[in-house]
């Protein structure tokens, strides 16, 4: 198993950035695809963006396509969001998750979560 705690949301204004961390115990992270997945008020848990096990590969959704950068250190056991050019529409929990398969879009297919860290974009 592994266990895994977000860090580093907050309150930003548009236009701003964010560094979202997931940091990873018990089994090695390199054991998984990642993925991060975001909620908002009143909407369904979405995909954000994803990486394989090596972070060569990696996945956005096309709403932060261009302004979020997944990217992951193995030797660390934690993966990395950053966030450039916020929008208020950004504003949610974000979530990071891992699976013994290959990162997807489909929130089902993955093993573990975390508890999620909220993300706030002022206008």
């Known amino acids: 198993q592994v266990q895994l705690v977000e860090s580093g949301g907050g309150l930003v204004q548009t236009g701003g950035s964010l560094r979202l961390s997931c940091a990873a115990s018990?089994?090695?992270?390199?054991?998984?695809?990642m993925g991060w997945f975001r909620q908002a008020p009143g909407k369904e848990r979405e995909f954000v963006s994803g990486c394989s096990r090596s972070g060569f590969n990696t996945y956005y959704a096309d709403s932060v396509n261009g302004r979020f950068a997944i990217s992951r250190d193995n030797d660390k056991n934690t993966v990395y969001l950053q966030m450039n050019s916020l929008k208020p529409e950004d504003t949610a929990v974000y979530y990071c998750?891992?699976?013994?398969?290959?990162?997807?879009?489909?929130?089902?297919?993955?093993?573990?979560w975390g508890q999620g860290t909220q993300v706030t974009v002022s206008s």
């Open positions: 998750a891992a699976t013994v398969w290959v990162s997807t879009v489909e929130a089902s297919k993955y093993d573990y």
């Open positions: 018990g089994r090695a992270l390199r054991n998984y695809a």
